[in-house]
């Protein structure tokens, strides 16, 4: 069981970014997935969660309006859209997977090993 994020880099502001989420070993369907995100000196927060067995999806407000998530069932992997990117999104980002749609990274059972993301002129 394992979970792959990467496509993560450096952009500059306004740019755009799309981080991807690959499952091996189970199936996403049965999922939620979250996006959490931590820059230097900062506790881990999340991003942007949903629930791939109905569709649910929360954002944080720092992220609405900028970032969407899709997904390819052929291809078993969640992608995370981010636009108009800003200085502040600056962290590693960390796709996760557990049993429930939650902001509590606590409550993901799997990991990715985390993508650098870097918003930088």
């Known amino acids: 069981v394992q979970l792959q994020a990467s496509g993560g880099g450096l952009v500059q502001p306004g740019g755009s970014l799309r981080l991807s989420c690959a499952a091996s070993g189970f199936t996403l369907d049965d999922y939620a997935i979250g996006w959490f995100r931590q820059a230097p000196g900062k506790e881990r927060e999340g991003v942007l969660c949903?629930?791939?067995?109905?569709?649910?999806?929360s954002y944080a407000d720092s992220v609405k309006g900028r970032f969407t998530i899709s997904r390819d069932n052929a291809k078993n992997t969640v992608y995370l859209q981010m636009n108009s990117l800003k200085s502040e999104d600056t962290a590693v980002y960390y796709c996760?997977?557990?049993?429930?749609?939650?902001?509590?990274?606590?409550?993901?059972?799997?990991w990715g090993q985390g993508t650098l993301v870097t918003v930088s002129s």
């Open positions: 996760a997977a557990g049993e429930g749609l939650s902001w509590s990274p606590w409550e993901y059972d799997y």
């Open positions: 949903i629930s791939l067995s109905d569709g649910s999806t």
